[in-house]
């Protein structure tokens, strides 16, 4: 009987080097696929992302609210930040508490503006 060891072949798929195990006539490949549209890196960052690259990265953000950069990497990876937090967080990356937190900081509406 012969067992086939399964070897990584490199291959390219759309711009992305991706790694396929060959085992099959299938071979199942990681990474970006090519009917996905927006590569990684281009997608649109979430408003804690933004505000921690406008700090000068998420353990810079950490320091000056003084925080873990553990926390900062979680607000980062959820897409939302502690309500209390908010308020620094908009002084120390310029990043609005409308967009940190639309469900406290609505945008007011313009007839609201007037009065």
């Not at 408003?47 to 406008?54: K, Q, S, W």
């Not at 990876?77 to 990043?95: F, M, N, Q, T, Y």
């Not at 609505?106 to 503006?113: A, D, N, R």
Request: hydrophobic share 40%; charged share 15%.
């Amino acid at each position: 009987m012969l067992f086939m060891r399964p070897r990584l072949q490199p291959r390219l798929v759309g711009s992305i080097a991706s790694f396929a195990c060959i085992i099959s006539p299938l071979p199942v490949t990681f990474g970006c696929s090519p009917t996905d549209e927006v590569p990684v890196m281009q997608q649109e960052q979430n408003a804690p992302t933004r505000a921690a690259v406008a700090a000068g990265g998420q353990s810079a953000l950490a320091r000056t609210l003084k925080v873990t950069p553990q926390a900062v990497q979680r607000w980062c990876a959820l897409g939302k930040v502690p309500a209390e937090r908010v308020l620094e967080i908009e002084a120390a990356s310029g990043v609005s508490r409308h967009e940190l937190r639309p469900d406290i900081y609505p945008i007011p509406e313009p007839s609201q503006l007037a009065s």
